[in-house]
């Protein structure tokens, strides 16, 4: 059945004046922009409304964080929401866990576009223009089974709308906080690829696009719905199911490094024949990732190698660890420079922090590779040499786009270096290379590792050795190992 033409946007976990979490450390010039992430992602989202032309905007929970209580989120919240009335678009909002109906019922002075949808209440929204339906927005009640890994969602039949308005030829639109943990969606990352990506998801014949996965493509076909919005899930996912097209929008805006990739919302436009098409619209001003660099002693050419050796005497030993220390950190600038060039970001984020892992492999075992290894610990090995290389970094990616930069090091895996280049390391002193064999050995078996550190916690005070057994084990043991390596380079000085 032909349907009138509309287009609306969906958006999720908005989470207003939360704070992003882990940026301690990052540049004074980017305070003000991790301040008001959430709150500037919210602007450009009302401001998206109105370049869109949408018909309405749809908020699937977590617009608010609740236990922040800040009054700035509501401040701003009001006055977008004002906006949005000031240009007759309804705004349909469904409270989310972080935001439950208690929360919004004592939210004053919302404007009169604003539609709360109770899951307790059966009867669906009806969103009309010019008088003539576009679509049915209803909650899909949801109640927590016995484990919480899973979730029941029941369907409630609703009588017709209050409005008394035809709702044979309105869109069908669900709404679902959140779906049972084990089902898997098709991720996408937000790109421009994704564009027309859904545009056949649900032809008006019936036929699916795309089969998706078999239990959502059961579990979304107990409803009469033909979009099927999800609220919680903070990574946007998409399955064009049989009968209607399960998508979650994300976030507008990441909070953590658990929150990797773009923040958006999603533009919906359902065509005059019943297809869905659907475009990413970024509205994110921070951006999390997570970038890795493998390494088994073989990766750099002759001439970085080179590079790293120095020129060398007998009298210039020191020259040489320091002239390898310097080629690694060039060699390391450049590549890290490179993969952050092939980010492809949005151009209107800006902050982009990038967590690195520097991987250390099992390399072959020779001596050119042992001695690669120890050029690479030595330049980032310590957290003095890290925050270096990282300054490092900033000069080199801070150009003349206006973003800015934060980059965070790590080591994985540091026992398969320090197995194969204490030798290197510790030159002729026998004590260093029986400590960074000894802390290889152990740090390659983390078990054995944390029984020693309850053993020798226990050998002081005793009657601690149950209340540490915890603690223990939820000790990160590459932290530790890299923790230790510094301390061991300090102690034992010149060798390493």
Not at 458 to 466: D, G, S, Y
């Amino acid at each position: 059945m032909p349907v009138s033409p509309f287009r609306f946007l969906h958006a999720a976990n908005l989470r207003l004046d939360h704070p992003l979490e882990g940026v301690k450390g990052a540049p004074d010039d980017a305070f003000l922009q991790l301040r008001d992430a959430t709150l500037t992602a919210f602007d450009r989202l009302i401001a998206a409304c109105g370049e869109q032309g949408v018909d309405f905007l749809l908020l699937t929970g977590n617009t608010l964080a609740a236990a922040g209580r800040s009054l700035r989120a509501i401040g701003r919240l009001r006055c977008g929401l004002e906006e949005l009335a000031e240009r007759d678009i309804p705004a349909l909002i469904v409270p989310g866990r972080l935001d439950p109906w208690e929360v919004w019922r004592s939210v004053p002075g919302l404007p009169d576009n604003v539609v709360l949808l109770d899951p307790s209440d059966p009867d669906p929204v009806t969103v009309s223009r010019d008088g003539t339906p576009l679509a049915t927005v209803r909650v899909l009640a949801e109640s927590p089974a016995k484990n919480d890994d899973s979730v029941t969602v029941t369907f409630r039949p609703s009588p017709s709308s209050p409005s008394g308005a035809d709702e044979s030829a309105a869109f069908p639109i669900g709404v679902a906080l959140r779906l049972p943990s084990e089902q898997v969606f098709t991720r996408s990352r937000g790109n421009r690829a994704d564009d027309e990506s859904c545009r056949d998801a649900r032809r008006a014949d019936g036929n699916s696009r795309a089969n998706g996965d078999e239990p959502l493509q059961r579990w979304a076909a107990q409803w009469p719905v033909r979009y099927l919005a999800v609220g919680e899930p903070t990574q946007r996912m998409t399955l064009p199911a049989e009968n209607a097209l399960v998508h979650a929008s994300g976030t507008t805006q990441p909070i953590g490094a658990g929150e990797r990739g773009p923040g958006g919302a999603t533009l919906v436009r359902v065509h005059q024949d019943g297809t869905i098409s659907t475009t990413f619209i970024p509205t994110g001003v921070v951006r999390w990732e997570r970038l890795e660099l493998p390494f088994d002693g073989t990766g750099r050419s002759e001439e970085d190698a080179s590079r790293s050796v120095g020129v060398t005497t007998e009298a210039e030993g020191s020259h040489q660890q320091n002239a390898g220390q310097a080629g690694w950190e060039g060699w390391l600038i450049d590549r890290m420079r490179a993969a952050v060039e092939s980010l492809a970001l949005e151009p209107d984020e800006l902050v982009c922090i990038v967590d690195w892992r520097l991987i250390l492999l099992e390399g072959p075992e020779r001596p050119e590779c042992a001695e690669e290894l120890a050029g690479l610990l030595r330049a980032v090995g310590t957290s003095s040499a890290r925050s270096r290389l990282i300054e490092r970094l900033h000069e080199a990616t801070d150009g003349s786009e206006s973003r800015l930069y934060v980059h965070r090091v790590s080591i994985d895996r540091l026992a398969a270096g320090l197995t194969e280049a204490a030798n290197v390391l510790a030159g002729d002193d026998t004590i260093a290379a029986d400590f960074l064999q000894k802390l290889g050995r152990l740090a390659a078996e983390p078990e054995e590792m944390m029984r020693l550190v309850r053993h020798r916690a226990t050998r002081i005070a005793p009657e601690l050795a149950e209340r540490l057994a915890e603690p223990a084990a939820a000790i990160d043991a590459n932290r530790l190992t890299e923790e230790a390596f510094e301390t061991g380079m300090v102690w034992l000085g010149g060798p390493l």
